[in-house]
């Protein structure tokens, strides 16, 4: 099982604090994913934690750190806007979440899993998505 668990949005003139994240799951289905909203929840911000860790979330009882990749390797920090996503990495074992990543919007998440190309049909793939 593959999981994608997606998108950060502010409301306009919202405080920081109000953030919150709509979680995207995406599980394989034949040779391809099936997406579909698993719910919705907010950002908290962090205290303590370096400057790359843009918040956290509460994911089935556990806090999850969420990473900014550009801010951790030394670019600049991505602007969380309405668009913005996060992928959460699972524990293979426990399937518990340990992280996540912050991601420019939908279509960054996409790349993601296109990069996927050679465990999966291109064709089938866009045809078994289902948003």
Not at 31 to 44: E, S, Y
Request: aromatic share 6%; proline share 5%.
């Amino acid at each position: 099982m593959v999981q994608f668990d997606s998108t950060i949005s502010q409301r306009h003139g919202a405080s920081p604090t109000d953030r919150r994240v709509t979680t995207f799951t995406a599980t394989e289905r034949g040779r391809g994913f099936q997406v579909m909203i698993a719910g919705c929840m907010p950002l908290h911000s962090s205290s303590n934690m370096p400057r790359y860790v843009r918040g956290t979330i509460t994911f089935d009882g556990c806090n999850v750190p969420v990473v900014d990749l550009d801010a951790k390797a030394g670019r600049a920090p991505k602007t969380v806007t309405d668009d913005a996503c996060v992928v959460l990495f699972t524990q293979k074992r426990s399937g518990r979440p340990v992280a996540g990543a912050l991601y420019r919007d939908i279509g960054e998440v996409l790349e993601l899993v296109r990069r996927q190309d050679d465990l999966l049909d291109r064709d089938r793939f866009w045809t078994d998505l289902t948003l």
